[in-house]
């Protein structure tokens, strides 16, 4: 890889040996895995030319069958989401979220990275399928590497008539343009996104409606897909959806790409088995994480991306299952976990993530743009030890304004206390707000004593006393 | 300084008719600026207002969000260290720590040379190679206090120019759709009609 050049520097490598279903990853093993001619050796844009010759509805009508969930956060079926744009409303765009910042994510990078074409031909099955006439490609702005990868991979999918003007000789015209950002974790929100790509501040829209399908970029129905959803594509057009939901579950079909970060033996990229494979099973299966570094115990792990509540060993035969993890409190969101060890500081490790978004507010709601910079005033506060036990519930009361209401945690045995299922309430209009306050509210209510044991316990003077 | 120059004011051009919208090139255009002139001026955002069809307030009011664009100049290589949970629960903080005395400069400081600016930044996506840092927005992994002293000398010795261009290039290669196989961009207003393949037969 021209990033790590010499190879002095290890690099996940985001792909499992073995016999296992590899449906977004099945390139990575190769060198040349960008290219066009490593593509079209390894059954490239075949994914295409099989939905080409099909109308358009049905291309539709085998994704709607699949369930692809949306691999962005949320979870949603692409299919349906192509299906709540209004009727008879022209043009239709398909914009492609490649902003990937949440804490912990790295997925989408690497499918940009090391294979931009299958997501060109995800976001050309997409696009044919929903009736969307253009495209445009959003990279994340820090990522120099993919925005090459994928100007090249255009490039030269353009020349050899697999994008633009009659694709294959065909009817099915359309434009990718490749555009990216410059900064700003909220662009990853879809309405912020869509404000930043007519040349705005990247701040979200208010709601309703929902879903920019009904309106979106200038006002038009807008598709918003996150890379890995579309990258799925292509394997299912060649394949079936049949071949697709037979792997996974019912209700979660098909692989999702998770990153395993913090104190585990092998950290990595992993493609796993939807709705089947346990946190258990990744953090210490052999072929996977290998277990927790230094032999430690686990002490904590954050399940899917920095605004996700935290979960302790308690949750680790949970499967990656939406309908499982919400009730436990909370939520698969971006694939991302980050594991803490018996070691970890756990008032400073969540400082590091209520900083982020506190740091990263756009500013337009006040329940974060006040609440944020307050969580993590305090919480500052209190981890140099210099906070007092009125702190701790202070900062419960500043969640309360962001997040009314019971705030979803996990249960624990040892403590005593039962889960309260995700998702919450939310008084601002994205989730930038509650993910500033989910990782205070899960190290105050699972670990309170270690920040007791770093507070000041005051004295109060009863008001009697003051008003003698 | 530093107004868009001929070439760049055609490279502007080829982008914005990429778009439906001229005023969703400003972007693009900020960064183009930026890779002219190492940040971006003032006269930049007038040329870029008048490209797009905007006034330079507005321009600026967008530039202003987004983190990349820096308004005064910033060493040759920005280094951005991260700081969020996954690097901090492998070091991030002590590396830059180290970085700040290997340097002489604390975060958001240049060096008196003008060859490095340092910054905290959030999640760089690299989560599992932590700490991670970018040198003008080009990975360093699993980074120890020794990579990064290897890192300076091989910079201060212009090692590695062929790898990492100075500030303000972030991708050295451009996207460009060849005029007969480019479809186009239309207004929104002026397309009316549904797309030609969903005609409810095969498109080949």
Known sequence: MTSNPGGTWPHAPGFIEGDRPRIVTSRFEYEDSYTLQRYLATDGYSGLRAALGRPATEVHDEVKNATVLGRGGAGFPAGNKWGLTPQGVWPRYLVVNGDESEPGTYKDRLLMERDPHQLIEGCLIACYAAGLSQCFLYVRGEMALAQERIATALNEAYAAGYVGKNILGSKFSVDIVLHWGAGAYVVGEETALIESLEGNRGMPRLKPPYFPAAIGLYGQPTIVNNVETLANLPWLLRNGAEAYTAIGTATSPGTRMVAVSGHVKRPGVYEIINGITTFRDLLYGEEFCQGIRNGNELKAFVPGGGSAPWFTPDQLDLPFEASQVGPAGSMLGSGAIMVMDSTTDIPRAALTLTRFYAHESCGKCTPCREGGTWLERILSRVVDGKGTDADLDQMFEVGESICPGAFPHASNEKLGITAVPFPYRMNTICFVGPSAYAPVHSALTLFREEFEARVTKRTLIPVTAVAQ | ?204
């Open chain 2, 1 to 204: 300084m530093a107004r868009l120059t001929e070439e760049n004011v055609r490279l502007a051009r080829e982008i914005i008719g990429r778009y439906p919208k001229p005023r969703s090139a400003t972007i693009p255009l900020l960064h183009l600026a930026q890779e002219q002139d190492g940040h971006i001026t003032n006269d930049a955002m007038a040329h870029i207002g008048e490209l797009v069809g905007a006034t330079s307030a507005e321009v600026y009011g967008t530039a202003s969000f987004y983190e990349m664009f820096k308004f005064e100049p910033v060493g040759k290589y920005l280094i951005n260290i991260c700081g969020t949970m996954s690097c901090a629960l492998m070091g991030g903080e002590e590396l830059m720590h180290h970085a700040e005395s290997r340097l002489g400069i604390h975060m958001g400081g240049t060096t008196s040379d003008g060859l490095f600016t340092l910054e905290k930044a959030e999640c760089q996506a690299a989560c599992t190679e932590a700490p991670c840092l970018q040198v003008n927005y080009r990975y360093r992994y699993r980074v120890t206090s020794e990579n990064f002293d290897t890192l300076i000398d091989q910079l201060q010795a212009g090692e590695l120019n062929s790898e990492i261009p100075a500030h303000g290039t972030v991708a050295s290669v451009r996207q460009h759709i060849p005029a007969d196989r480019g479809v186009g961009a239309v207004a929104p207003e002026d397309v009316t009609e549904g797309p030609a393949w969903l005609d409810g037969k095969a498109a080949l």
